[in-house]
């Protein structure tokens, strides 16, 4: 049934946190010294060479920032984001969102999930009012612990990175700062931050969008915008402005060749990737959830 195959894939995700940690534990070397996996290694191989020269690239197309108003800029990045400030909003921040998993996503209920997943409301309806803490409970008795690990762990690392990014973060507010508002502007602003008013507003001002109002107001939409979710999943689904993407039957005998190659496979173990995110076929059979690649193991 589509609705069973649709529950083993939602609770094989909802476990994701915890097959995460061992596709990601680092591995012992040789000369007994720790190293991130093949897998951690090669992600953070991609996303160094995806983001690398991004900068660069970016500020080359922005116009030069009058010396003038740079330096009141960053007379104002000074006040705004000062240091320590980035570390303090990203424990705060940490703090809020372990929060919300811990009540309103463990509450969430199965069914919401299960739509965004791809099952019509009419078969999300069969889930009742099971939620995702129930699942897990059964699953992973020890999840809510691995949760608090896993965001505490996280948090100690963020804060450590907050630590490095303030110093660029505080330079490039002050560019924008200096390219977005005049002159006149800007003295006005550093006159109101001399202010006893202006200095607690400008201390505040980053912090403040992690205030528990902020957070509480954050927690509010949650539910709203987890209902829409469908919605949403349904539109891009319906969206047929571009023909589908191509199987292995329809490439030349040339291109399963050429993508042999670039995947360091023998084009006898190409095959066709699943055409949607829970892997199913027609009349709700479940496919083969041990492969997504395209490629037969």
């Known amino acids: 049934m589509r609705t069973s195959a649709m529950m083993i894939a939602a609770t094989l995700a909802l476990a994701a946190p915890a097959a995460a940690q061992n596709d990601l534990a680092v591995a012992e070397a040789q000369d007994g010294e720790e190293r991130p996996s093949d897998g951690a290694a090669a992600a953070q191989e991609l996303f160094t060479q995806m983001f690398s020269g991004m900068a660069e690239e970016m500020r080359a197309e922005l116009p ?22 980035m570390q303090e909003m990203m424990a705060s921040s940490m703090g809020m969102a372990g929060k919300m998993l811990d009540g309103t996503m463990q509450q969430m209920p199965l069914s919401v999930l299960a739509q965004v ?9 069969e889930l009742g009012d099971t939620t995702i803490a129930q699942v897990m409970d059964i699953i992973d008795p020890y999840y809510k612990q691995r949760m608090t690990r896993m965001i505490d762990g996280v ?102 060749a050429r993508l042999a190659d ?36």
């Open 262 to 297: 670039l995947l360091g496979v023998e084009e006898d173990e190409l095959s066709d990737p699943p055409t949607d995110g829970m892997m199913q076929q027609d009349d709700g059979e479940a496919a083969d959830l041990s492969n997504g690649t395209g490629i037969d193991t």
């Open 155 to 256: 948090t100690t690392f963020m804060a450590s990175m907050a630590g490095e990014m303030e110093p660029v973060m505080r330079e490039g507010l002050g560019r924008a700062y200096a390219s977005r508002f005049t002159l006149e502007q800007l003295a006005a602003t550093r006159d109101f931050f001399a202010t006893p008013a202006g200095s607690a507003f400008a201390a505040d001002s980053y912090l403040i969008f992690a205030d528990p109002e902020m957070m509480a107001a954050t927690a509010e939409m949650m539910p709203k915008m987890m209902s829409r979710l469908p919605e949403m999943m349904a539109a891009l689904e319906s969206d047929d402005a571009l023909p589908p993407a191509r199987t292995m039957a329809d490439l030349s005998d040339a291109e399963r």
């Open 64 to 85: 030069p920032v009058d010396p003038e108003r740079l330096a009141l800029g960053v007379q104002l990045a000074d006040k705004v984001l000062p240091d320590g400030v």
């Open 117 to 125: 997943g791809g099952l019509s409301p009419d078969e999300a309806a």
